[in-house]
């Protein structure tokens, strides 16, 4: 029977660095909203998995009370920004952000 830490915490920080920094990475080179959108879940999906493998490491659950609230605010971040997005391009045609740089109009 495999031990369930047979997985070192590093791995798993190390794995939510590269998350983290592919979130990033979309965030700040990609041009269209929906890659934007889904870095910033990407980024916080990587900090959920930091919080949990410290909380599993350490046998706190705090880790895992702070990843449901990270996920609470990721479903209502996702609800309001899917309908701006949505809203965006019923009125622009488009989802790029250059095109889309002002509010106004």
């Given amino acids: 029977m495999p031990q369930l830490n047979a997985v070192p915490l590093s791995w798993y920080l190390i794995l939510s ?3 983290f920094s592919l979130g990033v990475a979309g965030f700040l080179f990609r041009r269209n909203i929906i890659t934007v959108f889904m870095s910033i879940e990407l980024m916080l999906n990587a900090v959920n998995l930091s919080f ?54």
Avoid: C, P, W, Y
């Avoid at 209502?76 to 488009?94: C, D, S, Y």
């Fill in 17 to 19: 660095a590269i998350l």
């Fill in 52 to 105: 949990v493998a410290f909380s599993h490491q350490l046998r706190q659950v705090d880790g895992q009370i702070f990843t449901f609230f990270v996920m609470v605010v990721a479903a209502a971040e996702a609800a309001v920004g899917l309908a701006i997005i949505l809203t965006v391009f019923k009125n622009r045609q488009t989802l790029s952000i250059d095109e889309v740089s002002s509010l106004k109009n």
